[in-house]
């Protein structure tokens, strides 16, 4: 069975650095999205991508993110300048016009 | 704004007894229904969704979910839980159509004591 698949599971940076999550999403999917969750809450919605370009952010989805399709097969996000409230865990998912998103398995970002 | 609400933040169940986790959810337009689980150190999993069509939707594992319109209600049951159910589950909900973005409730913990 086709899966989304999120590398690496587990991240730790410091305070003030960049990181890059990547996920591959499922080949034939065309709409891709970003989730977190940050520990003990819900899960909540960052940004969605669909033909190159961001079709919808929350208000969580700040200046320090950035996501990216850099070829045909990946799906990143940026954090440019990390803070603490940036830990939680980070899950990708992608759809195609006819079913519902498929997630990854998550990165789990700490930031210390 | 869209949201979901699900009733239950922790429960604990007996093996065998039975499973009623609510969601109710506030959308405007054609909704999208999801319930997903999150057994221990895995990533989301898809237990069943609601499109259209029969209300009574049978989902994996033996869980079904009713859609209820006039109460903006999507309810997950199981007749008889299994220690392995042990989990949190999450109910989520979409716009109709090809874009597939979701808000999730908050989640529920479950926990089968054998």
């Known amino acids: 069975e086709p899966e989304v698949t999120q590398t690496p599971s587990h991240q730790v940076t410091q305070m003030g650095q960049e990181v890059i999550l990547r996920c591959v999403p499922i080949s034939n999917h065309l709409y891709f999205y970003w989730y977190r969750q940050i520990l003990g809450q819900k899960v909540e919605f960052l940004v969605s991508f669909y033909n190159n370009e961001i079709s919808e952010k929350s208000e969580i989805f700040d200046d320090q993110f950035s996501v990216e399709r850099p070829d045909g097969s990946n799906f990143t996000l940026k954090i440019r300048s990390t803070k603490l409230e940036d830990s939680a865990m980070y899950f990708c998912?992608?759809?195609?016009?006819?079913?519902?998103?498929?997630f990854g398995q998550g990165t789990r970002l700490t930031v210390v | 704004a869209q949201s979901v609400s699900q009733h239950n933040h922790h429960v604990i169940l007996s093996e065998a007894a039975s499973l009623e986790l609510g969601c109710n959810y506030s959308?405007?337009?054609?909704?999208?229904l999801f319930w997903y689980v999150q057994y221990p150190g895995q990533h989301l999993q898809l237990l069943l969704k609601?499109?259209?069509?029969?209300?009574l939707v049978k989902g994996i594992k033996g869980f079904e979910a009713e859609f209820i319109k006039s109460k903006f209600s999507f309810n997950l049951r199981k007749p008889s839980v299994q220690w392995s159910d042990t989990a949190e589950y999450f109910c989520?909900?979409?716009?109709?159509?090809?874009?597939?973005?979701?808000?999730f409730g908050i989640g529920t913990k479950l926990q089968v004591i054998p």
């Open positions: 609601y499109f259209s069509g029969d209300p």
């Open positions: 959308y405007g337009g054609t909704v999208n």
């Open positions: 989520a909900a979409g716009r109709g159509g090809g874009y597939q973005k979701v808000t």
């Open positions: 998912a992608s759809s195609d016009s006819h079913s519902e998103a498929f």
